[in-house]
């Protein structure tokens, strides 16, 4: 048996071997460069200026709902922002509903006339470029709230946002003060889409630039409409709501084409055919029209087995030359499809026939969306 001290040196010896005689550990420090630069702190000042803003300011009169809607982006609407409630409080209703709202413009902005769903349109200067005024109007049934929820949530949607509830919408409202008359306005933020050409075949090598008289395609499709182009139709201004758009111009004359769909749940004031056609017909300055004159004026239509209404409004001779408007609208998978020509009389008198088989042509090939 070994002994005690042959066992100490034992024990000795092999850790001599494991870990050095009497040696220390070496602690060695190295510096690493980091893999990636420390992220610098969020400039709210610029992420707030790259947004998008809409004001928008919505007055009731018995059965119509007045639109003036402000939309552009941050910076700019920071410089009009107080121009356009001083605008707002220019604003002065007519008598009646049938009668278009007037005001006072400042200096620089221009007004141009009517066109598709639009009263007017008022351009504002701006270093960005010039910023929009849409003036319109849409049939009201009397049910506030149940008008600017849905109205408020469509231009969320074209802001990129998600819709608000009721209570929320409510609270963003205020109350501002007309000539004769009170609006409420809300102001929205969000990211809209950027704007594509208007010319489809922008990109094209060789192809003609947008307003040319070089015909466009004969036939289109799209995600939830087909149909084919009259021969001399130019394409249009494409927007969210538009599906389709075109122009003819002669000369100085000229008429727009648009199609449009708006959801059946927005309540009568998009579905009401007799609203709708009364507005159109007081956009012509056919103001004097009886309920039967105007029944009368209606005519049915079908367009792709769908059920709906039709009407020619041709505006009187007047100083303030008015537009004609020929309108069709349709309930189609639970939406108004609304298709109009606007603009000068004797250009939408001519194109009648062309209008009527665009009409003829429409084929829905889907939910519209």
């Known amino acids: 048996m070994p002994t005690r001290l042959a066992l100490t040196l034992l024990v000795c010896s092999t850790a001599a071997l494991i870990f050095g005689c009497n040696s220390k550990e070496e602690v060695k420090v190295y510096t690493a460069a980091p893999t990636s630069a420390p992220r610098k702190p969020l400039d709210a000042k610029l992420v707030a200026s790259l947004l998008d803003h809409t004001l928008a300011a919505i007055v009731p009169q018995d059965d119509i709902a007045w639109f003036f809607k402000l939309a552009g982006p941050a910076p700019a609407l920071d410089r009009h922002r107080e121009a356009f409630y001083e605008f707002l409080a220019t604003v002065?209703?007519?008598?009646?509903?049938?009668?278009?709202?007037?005001?006072?413009?400042?200096?620089?902005?221009?007004?141009?006339?009517?066109?598709?769903?639009?009263?007017?349109?008022?351009?504002?200067?701006?270093?960005?470029?010039?910023?929009?005024?849409?003036?319109?109007?849409?049939?009201?049934?009397?049910?506030?709230?149940?008008?600017?929820?849905?109205?408020?949530?469509?231009?969320?949607?074209?802001?990129?946002?998600?819709?608000?509830?009721?209570?929320?919408?409510l609270k963003l409202a205020k109350k501002v003060k007309l000539t004769n008359a009170t609006a409420t306005c809300v102001e929205l933020v969000g990211r809209a889409p950027k704007k594509q050409s208007n010319n489809p075949h922008a990109g094209i090598p060789g192809a003609p630039p947008i307003g040319t008289s070089s015909p466009p395609p004969r036939s289109a499709v799209g995600k939830a409409l087909s149909y084919k182009t009259p021969k001399g139709w130019l394409p249009g201004k494409i927007s969210t709501m538009r599906k389709a758009a075109f122009r003819v111009v002669q000369g100085d004359a000229q008429a727009e084409i648009t199609v449009i769909d708006l959801p059946a749940s927005g309540g009568t004031q998009v579905t009401d055919v007799q609203a709708n056609m009364q507005r159109w017909a007081g956009q012509a300055g056919l103001t004097d029209l009886d309920t039967d004159q105007l029944k009368q004026l209606i005519q049915p239509i079908t367009l792709d087995a769908s059920e709906g209404s039709y009407a020619e409004f041709v505006s009187p001779e007047s100083p303030d030359r008015r537009p004609s408007i020929y309108a069709a609208m349709v309930v189609h998978q639970g939406k108004v499809w609304f298709f109009k020509m606007t603009g000068d009389t004797e250009i939408v008198v001519a194109q009648q026939k062309a209008f009527r088989e665009f009409l003829d042509s429409v084929k829905f090939n889907g939910p519209a969306g």
């Open 92 to 169: 002065k209703l007519g008598d009646k509903s049938t009668e278009n709202p007037s005001w006072t413009l400042p200096e620089t902005w221009e007004e141009k006339p009517a066109s598709q769903m639009r009263i007017a349109t008022l351009l504002i200067p701006d270093e960005q470029g010039p910023l929009e005024i849409a003036v319109s109007s849409l049939p009201y049934s009397g049910d506030w709230q149940a008008f600017l929820v849905p109205n408020v949530n469509r231009w969320l949607g074209q802001l990129q946002e998600k819709p608000l509830d009721a209570e929320t919408i």
